[in-house]
Structure formats: C-alpha cells, structure tokens
C-alpha cells in the first residue's frame, strides 16, 4: 500500500526529529528513534513471507529502545494488517479521515 501522506516520503524528509532507515536490498523500515514512530515498512512482493517484515520491526524497536508506533494504517489494506496483529501489534484507536472534494 501507498503510505498516507503523513508518512510519505517527502514528510519524512521534513521532519524536525532525526531518522534512521534499517534494512537491505530485500525491505526496510523507517523508525524515529526518539517516539518509536515507524512510518514506513516495506518488504519486496517475491520475499514476503519469510519473516524479514517481523525482524525489520524488531531491528527498529531494539535501535529505539521502546515500543513502535504505526499509525495511519488504511483498513481496506487486509494484509498490512494481518501482517501487524500477527506481528503483535495492538490496535490502539481507529482514525477516519475526510477529503473534501473540490
């Protein structure tokens, strides 16, 4: 899935607080040491499947140091969050989000 346009990449690069990106040629993840907001997590389509989504969140909550935060997470994408729950994540609050047509 497409990240919300909080999480895209041109806000991550102008974000105020410092950001690390974990990973290799196979997926990464994007995680703000200081809150343990994670906005982005991507795993290529002909590896997923084989556990580099799990460690990629355990790599980035060990360099953090606390619990990750995921947020912005679309509930008609099924599979990012199955992935999430089988991976241990909570939801916490669900969010609703208006466009306003022009």
Same mark, same amino acid.
């Not at 343990?36 to 969140?57: E, F, H, K, T, Y």
């Not at 995921?70 to 669900?94: K, S, W, Y």
């Given at each position: ?9 041109? *806000? @991550? ?6 950001? $690390? @990106?974990? %990973? $290799? ?8 040491? *200081?809150?343990?907001? /994670?906005?982005? &997590? ?10 580099? %989504?799990? *460690?990629? &969140? ?11 935060? @995921? ?7 099924? %599979? @990012? ?6 991976? %241990? ?9 208006? /466009?306003?047509?022009?």
């Amino acid at each position: 899935m497409e990240p919300s346009w909080q999480n895209s990449t041109a *806000s @991550i690069r102008r974000a105020r607080e410092p950001f $690390d @990106i974990l %990973g $290799d040629d196979r997926g990464y993840v994007v995680v703000f040491p *200081s809150n343990g907001d /994670v906005p982005q &997590l991507a795993v290529r389509r002909d590896v997923r499947r084989q556990g580099i %989504g799990r *460690s990629l &969140l355990d790599a980035a909550a060990a360099h953090a140091g606390k619990r990750l935060r @995921i947020m912005n997470i679309d509930d008609r994408q099924p %599979g @990012i969050n199955e992935f999430l729950q089988h991976c %241990g994540a909570t939801r916490l609050v669900r969010q609703i989000e208006m /466009v306003r047509s022009l």
